[in-house]
């Protein structure tokens, strides 16, 4: 029993517990954690159940504007309640249109606000968001959040250096996101007794890194049997090419995964991939699996080039390590298995929840 007083905790968030990736890989793996060690927890999310089923649709413009008032209406309900916690934790934004005054609001209210950010959003994508998800960035409230809060966590080393230059309080930590290795279990063979797999998971936001690969599944297929499976939410058509899209759902995610032999991470060679977090690379490594991605942004501080992974840049090279390990099953073992080993010894939930609770102490214990 804890003797002090229990410190409580508001997370405003954007999405629904459970929901969306950022979130889940993120600190929603920690809460019990922090509740372990003494912390209250309620989560305020500014989508309801609703308004998350139909947010990436098409059309349903209708309850997508029903949904948003009623995320609104819950941010000023939070509002008169501020008080009542020691730790306003942020992530990504308070309300998702216009300027940054709710920002503002809860800045000026909070006894402690923790800043979580993922990707490099403090500049603009150029190209694959919606027009709803580019309204959804605001104008200026990242920035001042940054610039604001007590606390930044962030989701790559270079994004974390900016932030360090921007926080009034130069308080900023890098935290990647963390595998469940409880999950997160390997159960490939590592064999050529059946077509090899390869795949990629993302959401339609993020297809254009896909896309850039149409020209080296064409080619690989002309010298290698394969099969391309994208686990996503939007329909994908690669004419020519044995393609498998399966649709995400939480329930399945771990499973569709593990029927993978090949995980791939195509980037884009820009400053906006510098603020990404390695997730899908991570997600591939857990599992055991050998992955090629692209050399940039954080990439090449999670795989080790041909020891825990495969580093390209080229189509050429992209085509040279995909035909190399579907042809090679010992390779593939190989690389797997250290990539397995490298998430068990970075980047667990275990090796990250200390992380996040010494920045919970080391404002609320002042």
């Known amino acids: 029993m804890h003797t002090s007083k229990t410190k409580k905790i508001l997370i405003v968030c954007p ?7 950022g979130q889940r890989l993120k600190y929603e793996q920690f809460i019990n954690h922090w509740e372990e060690n003494g912390y209250e927890v309620e989560i305020s999310s500014f989508m309801d159940s609703r308004m998350w089923k139909v947010v990436y649709t098409k059309r349903n413009f209708l309850q997508k504007f029903l949904g948003t008032m009623r995320g609104y209406i819950r941010r000023i309900k939070d509002i008169f309640r501020i008080k009542r916690f020691d730790v306003i934790y942020v992530f990504m934004w308070v309300t998702p249109f216009g300027t940054s005054l709710f920002e503002r609001i809860f800045r000026s209210i909070s ?8 990707d490099n959003v403090t500049m603009t994508q150029s190209s694959s968001l919606n027009s709803l998800i580019k309204v959804f960035k605001g104008s200026g409230k990242i920035k001042f959040l940054i610039k604001e809060s007590d606390h930044v966590i962030t989701s790559s080393p270079f994004l974390n250096s900016d932030c360090l230059e921007l926080n009034k309080k130069q308080s900023a930590t890098f935290i990647s996101d963390a595998m469940d290795i409880k999950r997160y279990i390997p159960i490939n063979s590592y064999k050529n007794n059946k077509t090899i797999v390869i795949g990629w998971t993302g959401t339609f936001s993020s297809v254009m890194y896909l896309d850039l690969l149409r020209d080296v599944f064409l080619e690989l297929n002309n010298r290698i049997k394969f099969k391309l499976r994208v686990i996503g939410n939007f329909e994908y ?5 044995d393609l498998e899209v399966i649709q995400w759902k939480k329930s399945s995610e771990i499973e569709d995964l593990q029927g993978i032999d090949i995980g791939i991470y195509p980037l884009t060679q820009d400053k906006w991939v510098l603020g990404k977090s390695g997730l899908k690379a991570l997600q591939y490594m857990a599992l055991g699996l050998p992955t090629v991605a692209t050399n940039v942004g954080t990439n090449p501080s999670i795989i080790t080039h041909m020891k825990n992974g495969w580093l390209v840049k080229t189509d050429n090279e992209w085509i040279d390590a995909l035909e190399n390990l579907i042809n090679n099953p010992d390779l593939r073992a190989k690389m797997g298995k250290e990539a397995r080993k490298k998430i068990l010894e970075n980047y667990s939930i275990e090796v990250t929840r200390d992380k996040y609770l010494s920045i919970l102490n080391g404002l609320t214990l002042k």
């Open 15 to 21: 999405f629904p517990q459970g929901e969306a990736a």
């Open 111 to 118: 006894t402690n606000l923790i800043y979580d950010i993922e």
């Open 237 to 241: 058509d690669l004419p020519g090419i």
